[in-house]
């Protein structure tokens, strides 16, 4: 089994997409990819371009067992790329989103994800349910 550790690189736009081209033809079991801070050009606003989830496309149908994404602000609409991404990965065992300012929404779509996948989700954000819906 291979594992990956790339992280602390504050990846823009281009870099990201080099380098996930480099690792998509790898065997990985394992990869983290954290505080790689994807939404670097909107780091303002702290959420991640669609355009750089997609760039990790290629775990749809990777053999990755382990993916870690802490501290990516990933937001709300990034986690819902990833989400839709990794709804194709029959491999994935455990998935930690820690530190991504993700929110209410972010929530519900990781229940619906749950509902459809089996997976192991490691998260910092604690949820609460009350009154028919997930809150922060």
Excluded: P
């Excluded at 033809?25 to 994807?38: I, V």
């Excluded at 991404?85 to 065992?93: D, E, R, Y």
């Excluded at 779509?109 to 349910?129: C, E, G, W």
């Amino acid at each position: 089994s291979s594992d990956l550790t790339f992280r602390n690189n504050w990846l823009m736009d281009d870099s990201i997409e080099l380098f996930t081209s480099a690792i998509s033809t790898l065997n990985l079991r394992t990869l983290r990819m954290c505080n790689n801070q994807f939404g670097w050009k909107d780091i303002m606003i702290s959420r991640v371009q669609e355009r750089n989830i997609s760039c990790l496309s290629f775990i749809a149908t990777s053999h990755i067992e382990e993916l870690y994404l802490d501290n990516n602000r990933i937001g709300n609409a990034g986690l819902q790329h990833l989400l839709t991404l990794l709804m194709n990965n029959h491999c994935l065992k455990r998935l930690s989103i820690r530190n991504n300012d993700i929110g209410d929404t972010g929530a519900l779509l990781l229940v619906d994800f749950l509902s459809i996948i089996r997976v192991i989700i490691l998260s910092r954000t604690q949820f609460q349910y009350r009154n028919n819906r997930y809150a922060k």
